[in-house]
């Protein structure tokens, strides 16, 4: 989802997105694919957008290990020309930041 800032131009705009899949099962791939296409729509080249999927999928590690039910929410937003990832699964949170091009 594209939105503009609250107060800023139409040329100031943020990504916000959210996305839930299930903790385990071949559906968590999803988030690693919809990570590395967000990073090129971002301007990322191919190997660094790559890498931001397996970022995604190392914080995925970290809120849901081997075992977890339930589901993983992704929230993935750009703030000063970086890729913030957040990912909470019950109860357990982790983030990480991805430099973009500028």
């Not at 694919?33 to 190997?47: E, N, R, Y």
């Not at 992704?74 to 949170?93: H, Q, T, Y």
């Amino acid at each position: 989802m594209m939105s503009e800032r609250p107060g800023h131009g139409p040329d100031t705009r943020t990504l916000i997105l959210r996305l839930s899949v299930p903790a385990q099962g071949g559906l968590r791939r999803v988030a690693s694919d919809v990570a590395t296409k967000i990073a090129a729509h971002l301007g990322s080249d191919l190997p660094d957008a790559e890498s931001v999927g397996a970022t995604l999928e190392a914080l995925a590690e970290r809120v849901a290990p081997a075992g977890t039910q339930g589901e993983i929410t992704f929230e993935f937003s750009e703030v000063d020309r970086e890729l913030l990832i957040r990912a909470r699964c019950d109860g357990r949170s982790s983030e990480a930041r991805c430099a973009l091009p500028a």
